[in-house]
């Protein structure tokens, strides 16, 4: 009885609040009431591989190979679209082999797009991948502290065939397409990469024999065991591999691993979480003094993803031997480990071979593709519910939400089953509990509490949104197959491996000896190797170890050669105390936005323009990412990173909505209640970079041409701060919001934010590939000019010379190679392999941005947004400007102040702030 006195209260106190509000507020308001809803659940109607493979499970194999019919000898372009027709004899299931070559230019794998009679067939072909290939450029050689150089990558361009398959590696099996008899038709679409083609055929499916059938071949062919001794292969070494980040990597917790060095960096691995994507390979040339059958056995770590066995693809010159070398698996321990439980036999000629690695998925490809439907399904069922009952319900409010909402108890129980076959199959590959299963388990205990009593989802909603963040976030990194190797053994089957570990008094020694040696070693230092050299600058860098460590590797390889020695630092602060103290740096990196116009007003670092060369290397960049780091006509930094908006969106959920991406702030308008209704919002950070681009699409500028006052308080910038600041109060939008999770759940299907969170969905939300995309962001219409006006401002970073620097010309020189298109695309790349594509560096070079693996059409929207980029101008006691315009929004959002009036006085601070500033720096 209470419970409902409470219930018919709280009802009057909203109907009141509703008739006192905006209409877009009442809107958002009656969304929540007895309404049907607008959106209907997204069933997943995926076109994939999977539902084509269903249709065509009773097809037999083709009998015959059938060649393309190729325009000429050799067919090749850059992103260029490639048309051929097969004769196919008999009908039945075919693989497609490609023999092509990578031709130089780019360091990302080619991606070609596939349509089959002027059709896509199923989604996977949207993006189909050709590996390049790597090797080494040098031996390995030792920097002047003894510590091991990394080798430069290059690219070599041979032959290579391929039988095309699934570039997320879900499927352990190439593509098997079915064909009728007859002229087949195939367009190869040009996306990313420049290919050359030399032969397109149709195969019969290979069917490997099982290991099983494999032994009785040896015995029929009269194989005997080999009787050579023990053969290791260095790992390090490798001869070949599919991505230029497969470099060697060093390890240091173990005596075993050679070569060894206590306290000094030897490259003595690979792999590991530069090693953790699908499709990724490495390859050896290994010999064979004696025919016969040996054991290949591997000297490994899988120590990054707990709890979960990784598989690896072994081929022989070219071939699997048998069915279960196509997923080898490498189980998890916190150690060193051997192999030892393949214990298979391989059959090797006397002489050279081939041997290859391959990350895939093995058995948990099915399992992955399964967790992302079992994801996606309930994002689904999530969205269905808050457009019931919003994203903060009244838990004391009957929402019928079992009559609103389809079958709820049904789904919710399918779910629950669901789960509990993805735990069993997850324990069965693990061999035993880990993270997912352990959270699957818990969720599908929640899913089944909820599907028999549906009203109690209102009072576990908040839990249930979070179990979904949580298992997302645990299947992404299932996804990642991670394995460091030190050796291969080749041996004959009687011989006995080594120990996987040092003995334990050995281990004791080594721990001793590298915590005492821990206290003469300067590892924050990053001494470069270049002999011969008359100069040294110093340069620090304050981001992590593995950036400087790449820095230092990229230094090694391909600047020493200028006769100029660097001596890099990993600091974290203390440049400005250096500064003062005459102790600093030639070169500072990674300085902030507004930190080198803030030192250059206190003579503290060098004017770039000085430099004969500057007005070449500043066409590097874009204008405007050179803006902020401009003062009275110096030039105090060059730009690394340079990021800006995009607006992303999520295509199912604006499908259902029956909208489009907003073209310009007005037809946003017009989406907003829509979203409201459905209790769905727009993403709009409450940032400083919001309001600037807000102002600058309407004319208006920060601040006066001579910088000696804010702008802000004319009629265009009080008018934008009106527009922006309406945004949170008359149409509700959250000042604060988790995009990625939000995104993810569809409650936030649409939002303006910084590009690089591309890579972050990517990585993060991967059962939402191809359910969203990213465009250019609103603007104004012109009718003038007949354009939209995107015009958006940027993030940057700089690199600076300090101006106590005595070797200016030196500290150029790197300046120059640092911020090179060249330089650039290398550190990309390596920075990505070591800490993965979220982590993709947004890098200020203009070309080195088209080189970095964004897809044609990706790097389409972010070239046309980019035109229309600009900076925000720094200027003595400009920090004001933002700390005010921030305390002017908290007042209007907080306290409901007059929005006009509000900035108005605010800017009133700022300038007496920037009249301070600049009387006390002497620039007035």
């Given amino acids: 009885m209470k419970k409902r006195i409470l219930s018919v209260m709280l009802a009057l106190i909203v109907s009141v609040s509703v008739m006192s509000t905006p209409a877009?507020?009442?809107?958002s308001a009656q969304s929540t009431s007895e309404q049907s809803t607008e959106i209907t659940a997204n069933q997943n109607s995926k076109n994939s591989y999977a539902d084509y493979q269903s249709e065509n499970t009773d097809k037999k194999a083709g009998d015959d190979v059938c060649y393309a019919v190729l325009p000429q000898d050799k067919i090749s372009g850059e992103s260029k679209d490639f048309n051929f027709q097969i004769n196919i004899k008999t009908p039945g299931l075919y693989n497609l082999e490609v023999e092509y070559t990578c031709l130089e230019g780019g360091i990302s794998a080619i991606e070609r797009k596939l349509l089959i009679n002027n059709s896509l067939l199923f989604e996977e072909l949207e993006d189909i991948s050709f590996e390049r290939t790597f090797e080494d450029e040098t031996e390995i050689t030792q920097d002047s502290l003894g510590n091991d150089i990394i080798p430069s990558q290059i690219e070599k361009s041979i032959s290579q065939t391929k039988r095309i398959n699934d570039i997320s590696g879900y499927y352990n099996r190439p593509y098997e397409f079915y064909f009728e008899a007859g002229t087949v038709s195939f367009s190869l679409i040009g996306i990313v990469g420049n290919m050359e083609i030399t032969s397109i055929k149709a195969v019969p499916p290979e069917k490997l024999p099982t290991y099983s059938e494999t032994e009785k071949i040896y015995e029929q062919k009269g194989y005997k065991e080999a009787s050579k001794p023990l053969e290791i292969i260095h790992t390090e070494n490798s001869s070949l591999k599919s991505s230029y980040t497969l470099v060697p990597t060093t390890d240091r917790s173990s005596p075993i691993t050679k070569p060894y060095s206590v306290s000094k960096l030897k490259l003595n691995t690979i792999g590991g979480d530069s090693w953790a994507?699908?499709?990724m390979w490495l390859e050896w040339n290994i010999s064979v003094k004696e025919s016969g059958l040996y054991r290949i056995n591997f000297h490994y770590r899988q120590n990054v993803a707990k709890g979960v066995t990784v598989f690896r693809k072994l081929s022989i010159d070219g071939a699997v031997p048998f069915e279960e070398a196509a997923a080898l698996p490498f189980v998890y321990n916190r150690s060193w480990n051997i192999d030892e439980y393949n214990d298979y036999l391989y059959y090797l000629e006397a002489g050279e071979h081939t041997l290859r690695l391959e990350s895939v998925l093995g058995e948990m490809g099915a399992v992955l593709m399964e967790s992302e439907d079992f994801m996606y399904s309930l994002n689904s069922l999530y969205r269905e519910i808050i457009t019931v009952t919003g994203t903060s319900p009244d838990i004391y409010r009957d929402y019928k939400i079992e009559k609103r909402i389809d079958r709820l108890s049904e789904r919710l129980s399918g779910l629950a089953d669901s789960a509990y076959a993805l735990i069993k199959k997850i324990n069965d590959i693990s061999g035993g509990k880990n993270s997912v299963s352990v959270l699957l388990e818990s969720f599908a205990e929640q899913l089944k509490q909820i599907a028999k009593e549906p009203s109690e989802i209102t009072e576990q909603l908040s839990d249930f949104k979070n179990n979904i963040?949580?298992?997302?976030?645990?299947?992404?990194e299932m996804r990642k197959t991670p394995l460091e190797l030190d050796y291969?053994?080749?041996?004959?089957?009687?011989?006995?491996?080594?120990?996987?570990?040092?003995?334990?008094?050995?281990?004791?020694?080594?721990?001793?000896?590298?915590?005492?040696?821990?206290?003469?070693?300067?590892?924050?230092?990053?001494?470069?190797d270049s002999e011969g050299t008359t100069t040294s600058i110093g340069v620090w860098v304050s981001s992590g170890r593995e950036q400087a460590n790449i820095i230092k590797t990229?230094?090694?390889?391909s600047f020493t050669s200028s006769g100029i020695s660097v001596d890099l630092k990993l600091v974290q602060g203390g440049l400005l105390q250096a500064m003062i103290a005459g102790n600093g740096p030639d070169v500072a990196l990674n300085l902030g936005q507004s930190d080198p116009v803030n030192y250059a007003l206190r003579n503290a670092v060098y004017d770039l323009t000085k430099f004969s060369d500057y007005i070449s290397v500043s066409k590097r960049f874009n204008q405007g990412a050179l803006t902020p780091f401009t003062f009275s006509g110096g030039v105090y930094a060059l730009p690394e990173t340079e990021s800006f908006y995009m607006l992303f969106y999520r295509k199912d959920v604006l499908k259902d909505l029956n909208i489009t991406p907003p073209e310009t702030w007005d037809e946003l308008y017009g989406i907003l209640p829509i979203l409201s209704r459905n209790n769905m919002e727009f993403g709009l950070q409450s940032s400083l970079n919001t309001f600037a681009t807000l102002l600058y699409q309407n004319g208006g500028e920060f601040y006066r041409s001579d910088a000696t006052a804010s702008s802000l308080n004319s009629q265009v910038g009080l008018n934008t701060f009106t527009q922006w600041t309406d945004f949170y109060t008359s149409y509700k939008l959250s000042v604060s919001f988790d995009f990625a999770n939000r995104f993810r759940t569809g409650e936030m299907p649409m939002a303006i934010v910084d590009y690089t969170s591309y890579n972050t969905l990517t990585a993060f939300a991967p059962e939402l590939r191809g359910y969203w995309d990213f465009c250019e962001i609103p603007g104004n219409f012109d009718p003038e000019t007949g354009e939209i006006n995107r015009t958006t401002v940027n993030s940057v970073s700089g690199v600076s010379i300090l101006a106590s620097s005595e070797h200016k010309d030196e500290a150029w020189e790197f300046l120059k190679w640092w911020v090179s298109a060249n330089t650039q695309t290398n550190y990309a790349t390596k920075i990505e392999s070591v800490l993965g594509e979220s982590s993709r560096h947004a890098t200020a070079n203009l070309e080195a941005r088209q080189n970095i693996g964004w897809s044609a059409e990706s790097l389409k929207k972010l070239n046309n947004q980019a035109n229309w980029v600009i900076g925000i101008p720094e200027i003595a006691g400009g920090y004001y400007t933002s700390r005010n315009i921030t305390?002017?929004?908290?007042?209007?959002?907080?306290?409901?102040?007059?929005?006009n009036t509000t900035l108005n006085n605010y800017v009133g601070v700022i300038n007496r702030e920037i009249e301070s500033k600049r009387k006390e720096l002497g620039i007035d």
């Fill in 277 to 279: 994507t699908t499709g």
């Fill in 488 to 528: 291969i053994y080749i041996s004959d089957p009687k011989s006995e491996l080594p120990k996987a570990n040092g003995s334990f008094w050995l281990s004791v020694k080594h721990e001793i000896s590298a915590f005492f040696l821990s206290f003469i070693e300067d590892y924050s230092s990053f001494v470069s």
């Fill in 24 to 27: 877009f507020a009442q809107q």
């Fill in 887 to 899: 305390n002017a929004f908290n007042s209007v959002i907080n306290k409901g102040t007059v929005p």
């Fill in 469 to 476: 963040i949580s298992l997302g976030e645990t299947i992404s």
């Fill in 554 to 557: 990229l230094i090694n390889s």
